[in-house]
């Protein structure tokens, strides 16, 4: 199509927005706290499983495996 030449040019304005983003950052509490809660989800919920556990905490089941292992070598758990 060469012998096509526009006859008008619209300029295009596509929406541009500039936004502030917040975030809250949370110090890491220690392991023991995790320990505490762990045991809680035990006897409390009825979680008995590595994965359950780990999915209700969103961790890493690596996490709960080895914090499972401290809590049994220091008799929290049956």
Do not use: C, N
């Not at 975030?23 to 989800?41: G, H, K, M, N, T």
């Not at 359950?52 to 809590?71: G, K, T, Y």
């Amino acid at each position: 199509m060469p012998d096509i030449q526009p006859l008008r040019i619209f300029p295009l304005l596509l929406p541009m927005w500039a936004v502030q983003v917040k975030a809250v950052i949370r110090e890491a509490q220690p392991y023991e706290l995790f320990d505490q809660y762990l045991s809680r989800a035990i006897a409390t919920a009825g979680l008995r499983d590595t994965s359950s556990l780990a999915a209700f905490f969103a961790v890493e089941p690596a996490l709960v495996e080895r914090a499972l292992r401290f809590l049994d070598t220091i008799g929290h758990l049956r």
